[in-house]
């Protein structure tokens, strides 16, 4: 949306890049206080209302070092903490490469904002006392990975491979069964918890695509494609080879970084590595 567009230029310059980074750092913190004092966290660091309400406010912050994949404390989950560690890491890099390191802030920062929220509510609103962990926040952002990019596979139990758009309707699945069977205060947790994920798709959302203009000239390419030679293609992703006949609703754009008039498909235009030498442009015509 243009609204975004305009803060992004004016507030993009304060953004913190390798945001992620900072974050599972964190959460190896997490890990480490579990290691010593598993109560700890409980007791003086995570998101307790009723603490903040008589001034431990440091709580607001606190509460995000509690590490994903964490449960009873036991080895596997030293093991299965570690790998989310990573896989996190892994997840926010990509998603602040795709959208640029302003983007990945306020998504990250509205989904912090929605866990407070959520506990807030339930306390006033409910007068329940919600412990809300990282979980919700965590799963923002698998599932904003997932919209990117479907069709990353994934190892289930390090073992089963499975698209990431599977395993995103899987969860989505158990939240939303959470979220009709359950009390009015579990659905608000949940609805406040994911509401970064439905605002910032809606903030970022490309609207352009479904002006007039936009279906002419897609409709127009359609015709133009129905005439041309049979085997010879306009678009060639230099990545991954794709082009518009393996999918038309494929988007292709030209690095202005890269020398030689390379084109990349929209997987590959914010990933790619920068061409600085000349080369031939690889297309079929």
């Known amino acids: 949306?243009?609204?975004?567009?305009?803060?992004?230029?004016?507030?993009?310059?304060?953004?913190?890049?390798?945001?992620?980074?900072?974050?599972?750092?964190?959460?190896?913190?997490?890990?480490?206080?579990?290691?010593?004092n598993p109560m700890a966290y409980w007791a003086y660091l995570s998101l307790?209302?009723?603490?903040?309400?008589?001034?431990?406010?440091?709580?607001?912050?606190?509460?995000?070092?509690?590490?994903p994949a964490l449960g009873n404390w036991v080895l596997s989950d030293i093991f299965f903490g570690v790998?989310?560690?990573?896989?996190?890491?892994?997840?926010?890099?990509?998603?602040?490469?795709?959208?640029?390191?302003?983007?990945?802030?306020?998504?990250?920062?509205m989904g912090v904002m929605g866990q407070i929220l959520a506990a807030l509510v339930g306390y006033v609103v409910f007068h329940q006392n919600y412990y809300i962990t990282t979980g919700f926040l965590n799963f923002s952002i698998f599932l904003a990975f997932a919209i990117c990019f479907p069709d990353v596979q994934f190892l289930l139990f390090m073992v089963i491979p499975i698209k990431a758009k599977w395993l995103a309707i899987a969860e989505t699945a158990v939240y939303a069964y959470s979220f009709f069977r359950g009390s009015a205060s579990t659905r608000c947790e949940i609805a406040l918890s994911l509401l970064n994920v439905i605002l910032f798709v809606a903030m970022t959302r490309d609207y352009q695509r479904y002006s007039p203009k936009e279906i002419k000239r897609k409709r127009d390419f359609k015709a133009k494609m129905k005439v041309m030679p049979k085997g010879r293609t306009i678009h060639k992703c230099a990545v991954c080879g794709r082009t518009e006949t393996d999918d038309p609703n494929?988007?292709?754009?030209?690095?202005?970084?890269?020398?030689?008039?390379?084109?990349?498909?929209?997987?590959?235009?914010?990933?790619?590595?920068?061409v600085t030498e000349d080369i031939t442009p690889l297309h079929d015509n």
């Open 1 to 36: 949306m243009r609204f975004f567009r305009k803060l992004e230029q004016k507030y993009g310059k304060y953004a913190v890049s390798n945001l992620m980074y900072y974050i599972v750092i964190l959460y190896g913190m997490g890990l480490v206080l579990y290691l010593f």
């Open 48 to 67: 307790d209302m009723e603490a903040i309400f008589h001034g431990q406010v440091w709580r607001l912050v606190t509460f995000l070092i509690y590490p």
């Open 83 to 109: 790998i989310a560690l990573f896989m996190y890491h892994s997840l926010g890099l990509t998603l602040e490469r795709v959208w640029g390191a302003f983007r990945f802030n306020v998504f990250f920062l």
């Open 250 to 274: 494929l988007d292709f754009r030209y690095c202005s970084k890269c020398v030689g008039g390379l084109e990349y498909c929209q997987d590959h235009l914010y990933t790619h590595q920068h």
